[in-house]
Nanobody, 125 residues
Framework: VQLQASGGGLVQAGGSLRLSCTAS????????MGWFRQTPGNEREFVAA????????TYSDAVKGRFTISKDVAKNTVYLQMNSLKLEDTAAYSC???????????????????WGQGTQVTVSS
């Protein structure tokens, strides 16, 4: 599975961005698509994830109520709509996918074997 992320950029605090991640190489039935973020010197942090079949979603507490993950099956693409952005949301955001995860393991980055490149999100004051 190949993943291509896009949509990062520079935005003022309180603004919005939408990230996209398009998968190729296979159908995603039975897969989970996740978004993670990382800042220099820190570990990768879970942001949100969605089950491709059924659409069950989970979010980190840090973004719950501000970010929304969604999918477009026809386009094999997952989106991360980020609203009310804060300075602390600044990070490199990466998408990842894994097959057959249960909800409790969706936030664990070590469970994801396939990763896209990061897209930088910078929130300014």
């Amino acid at each position: 599975v190949q993943l291509q992320a896009s949509g990062g950029g520079l935005v003022q605090a309180g603004g919005s961005l939408r990230l996209s991640c398009t998968a190729s190489g296979r159908t995603l039935s039975g897969y989970v698509m996740g978004w993670f973020r990382q800042t220099p010197g820190n570990e990768r942090e879970f942001v949100a994830a969605i089950k491709w079949s059924g659409g069950s979603k989970t979010y980190s507490d840090a973004v719950k109520g501000r970010f929304t993950i969604s999918k477009d099956v026809a386009k094999n693409t997952v989106y991360l709509q980020m609203n009310s952005l804060k300075l602390e949301d600044t990070a490199a955001y990466s998408c990842a996918t894994a097959q057959g995860l249960i909800t409790s393991t969706m936030p664990d980055p070590t469970k994801y074997p396939y990763w896209g490149q990061g897209t930088q999100v910078t929130v300014s004051s």
